[in-house]
């Protein structure tokens, strides 16, 4: 059955593909009872000395590389993370011994790796000391001087004015340090924006508390407690200097084994990956972003800001990103690298894939869709991972593993199996699938689709490929 055969509903075709692809993985499926949803999410690193000081929900666990890493015994070479976000598979596998590769196109992610990268190697007993006065006294407070807090619009009237003053303080009064000082003083700022702040993360936004006066939302939405920047800023200070207290090993991540070296390569994955060596790295563990409508330009907007991205360079983010916001514009894959035509073509080629895009693109002619750039970031998405996908085969030894976790997605009532898309990419392009491993709890769909089209149970996995 090819798309243009179709006699049957669209959804029916759609569904006959999906089944067919199936039936093609049959005995590749297997429900993996460890991969809890805590495990695959940050969530099991928020008790987890140093990768509980920043909450990138996007995460996955430490424990989830570690238990990885064990199970198929991977004990040295060099790992590679094309969305390294903020370093836990970096980190993780550097403790156990091996080096390690990221790429990171996220000002905030470069920022929480370089800090720990700071602190781990080049943070002197005087730069110790400095942080525990900050832990203990407000010396922000004993200056009048106020520095500028640097805003977007999306940021704008974010904070209380009385925390808005004490930050504008903070900023002035943490230069007064050595840069390393400045660094983690920095770093814990970041790490408290979102608490002392009217906002809170919300997947495809910010989501404004009631007592900002702007509205968000069609009901008045309260984040309950906003934590007052002093309280805020010096328990997450303590709570980095409990995790630096010398433990019995040296190191953030101390460990059995000597720990690993860690690069991190600051840019756009479809850029830097061409530029990596062939044949050179012995395992790629990995999450992408999720074909789910998530913009982190907006999500990490505050950060962002503090970081100094302006709205042109907040724009220029959410371009280079891999597509996976209605606001991605179609990306000139051939332009950025010739060699990519035979990824190209084999998304052409995916049947279940051109069924689905050719559905949204029908949807979207009836005025159907929530959001006409839906068919755009859908095709984006997977053409794009079609050329990650080719790299990561070009870049791996011979027989070595590649991991991904990630999220099956619907839209307009078609459940898109983004596992098996991407896996039958994967066959095309250098890689034998191993297993397909299945979270023994799928997760929902949005309200949205489930007012619209019913619930339905989405898999979440992680893709197990070798490379040929």
Not at 15 to 43: M, N, P
Not at 359 to 372: E, H, M, P
């Amino acid at each position: 059955m090819t798309l243009f055969d179709m006699h049957l509903e669209p959804l029916a075709a759609i569904e006959q593909l999906d089944q067919a692809l199936a039936q093609h993985f049959d005995g590749k499926f297997v429900v993996q009872t460890a991969l809890t949803r805590s495990l695959v999410s940050f969530q099991a690193n928020k008790a987890r000395p140093v990768y509980r000081w920043y909450k990138y929900k996007e995460a996955f666990s430490a424990a989830l590389v570690e238990y990885f890493l064990r199970q198929y015994k991977i004990e040295r070479g060099v790992l590679l993370d094309p969305f390294a976000g903020s370093g836990v598979a970096l980190f993780a596998a550097t403790a156990l011994g091996l080096d390690a590769e990221g790429i990171e196109l996220l000002p905030i992610g470069q920022q929480i790796i370089a800090t720990k990268q700071l602190l781990e190697s080049a943070f002197t007993s005087e730069d110790f000391a400095a942080l525990q006065r900050w832990a203990t006294t407000p010396v922000w407070e004993l200056t009048d001087e106020k520095g500028i807090l640097p805003e977007l619009r999306i940021t704008r009237g974010a904070y209380p004015v009385e925390t808005q003053e004490a930050l504008e303080k903070y900023l002035v009064a943490y230069q007064q340090e050595n840069e390393r000082v400045q660094t983690v003083l920095r770093f814990a700022l970041l790490c408290v924006l979102e608490s002392i702040s009217y906002t809170r993360k919300d997947g495809q936004y910010l989501r404004w508390d009631y007592r900002a006066g702007r509205k968000s939302g069609k009901k008045p939405f309260n984040k309950g407690e906003i934590l007052r920047f002093e309280v805020a800023i010096q328990e997450k200070l303590q709570e980095i200097l409990s995790d630096l207290a010398p433990p019995a090993q040296p190191g953030l991540f101390p460990g059995d084994a000597a720990a690993g070296k860690l690069v991190l390569h600051s840019g756009s994955c479809l850029k830097i990956l061409p530029r990596l060596p062939s044949e050179h790295y012995d395992v790629v563990l990995t999450s992408p972003p999720y074909c789910n409508r998530y913009d982190y330009t907006r999500t990490y907007a505050l950060e962002l800001a503090l970081l100094g991205v302006d709205e042109s360079g907040l724009r220029k983010l959410r371009q280079d990103m891999l597509s996976c916001t209605v606001e991605n514009r179609a990306k000139d894959l051939l332009k950025l690298n010739p060699q990519w035509s035979a990824a190209i073509a084999a998304a052409d080629e995916q049947e279940l894939l051109q069924a689905i895009l050719h559905y949204l693109n029908a949807q979207k002619a009836a005025g159907a869709l929530n959001n006409d750039g839906i068919p755009r970031m859908v095709r984006g998405y997977f053409y794009e991972m079609a050329c990650v996908i080719a790299e990561c085969a070009r870049v791996l030894k011979p027989g070595a593993p590649l991991m991904m976790v990630n999220d099956n997605v619907r839209y307009a009532g078609v459940s898109i199996s983004v596992d098996m898309i991407l896996s039958a990419l994967a066959e095309q392009l250098g890689f034998q699938v191993e297993n397909i491993l299945v979270l023994p709890n799928g997760k929902g769909n949005s309200s949205q689709q489930m007012g619209e089209h019913g619930r339905e149970v989405l898999r979440k996995c992680v893709y197990v490929w070798r490379k040929i």
